[in-house]
T-cell receptor, first 112, second 117 residues
Framework: AQSVTQPDIHITVSEGASLELRCNYS??????LFWYVQSPGQGLQLLLK??????LVQGIKGFEAEFKRSQSSFNLRKPSVHWSDAAEYFC??????????FGKGTRLSVIA | DGGITQSPKYLFRKEGQNVTLSCEQN?????MYWYRQDPGQGLRLIYY???????QKGDIAEGYSVSREKKESFPLTVTSAQKNPTAFYLC????FGTGELGANVLTFGAGSRLTVL
């Protein structure tokens, strides 16, 4: 069965610092991988996705993620965090037409 | 604008009552999903439907029921059998395809927060 692990429940970074959120997945075939962001009390917004091809994918709001098959990872990065990036971030995996399986999320706090 | 509309945004229920959460999409998406979100638990799948008049149980279907009589609508009923229904409920939809822009990417509604008093 598919599963997603986000090891960090809560991360605090200073504004302007770099960010990396970790995601590890368990899936037999080539996965479809996603990162979503959620502001409090809101739905989820897609940041970026990986289906195939170039393993470094660019998303919205200056985020990027790298698919590493050997490590079963899909970590999210941003070179310089803004206060507006404070939110909850979810990694998810599917096979394409199967329901998404989500990690438990990482809450990001940004301090001045 | 195309999107997913969930209503109501906030709902209060007394124990023993059934409530229905509405989810409507005008994206012409094939599949629709209901997820439940609890703090620290991520999103857990309740039910999903890939075609009209057909739906499948997700990981936590007990105490919930759904219908899919129209492509654009996928209401969720939280029954009195659901032991702990207080949660944030998210509806999502997706178009399955190969190569089309936006295919295979879930679009989410804004959510409905249910509180049992």
């Amino acid at each position: 069965a598919q599963s997603v692990t986000q090891p960090d429940i809560h991360i605090t970074v200073s504004e302007g610092a770099s960010l990396e959120l970790r995601c590890n997945y368990s899936y037999g075939a080539t996965p479809y991988l996603f990162w979503y962001v959620q502001s409090p009390g809101q739905g989820l917004q897609l940041l970026l996705k990986y289906f195939s091809g170039d393993t470094l994918v660019q998303g919205i709001k200056g985020f990027e993620a790298e698919f590493k098959r050997s490590q079963s990872s899909f970590n999210l990065r941003k070179p310089s965090v803004h206060w507006s990036d404070a939110a909850e971030y979810f990694c998810a995996v599917s096979s394409g037409n199967t329901p998404l399986v989500f990690g438990k999320g990482t809450r990001l706090s940004v301090i001045a | 604008d195309g999107g997913i509309t969930q209503s109501p945004k906030y709902l209060f229920r007394k124990e023993g009552q059934n409530v229905t959460l509405s989810c409507e999409q005008n994206l012409n998406h094939d599949a629709m999903y209901w997820y439940r979100q609890d703090p620290g638990q991520g999103l857990r799948l309740i039910y999903y439907s890939q075609i009209v008049n057909d739906f499948q149980k997700g990981d936590i279907a007990e105490g919930y029921s759904v219908s899919r009589e129209k492509k654009e609508s996928f209401p969720l009923t939280v029954t009195s059998a659901q032991k702990n229904p207080t949660a944030f409920y998210l509806c999502a939809s997706v178009h399955f395809g190969t190569g089309e822009l936006g295919a295979n990417v879930l679009t989410f509604g804004a959510g409905s927060r249910l509180t049992v008093l």
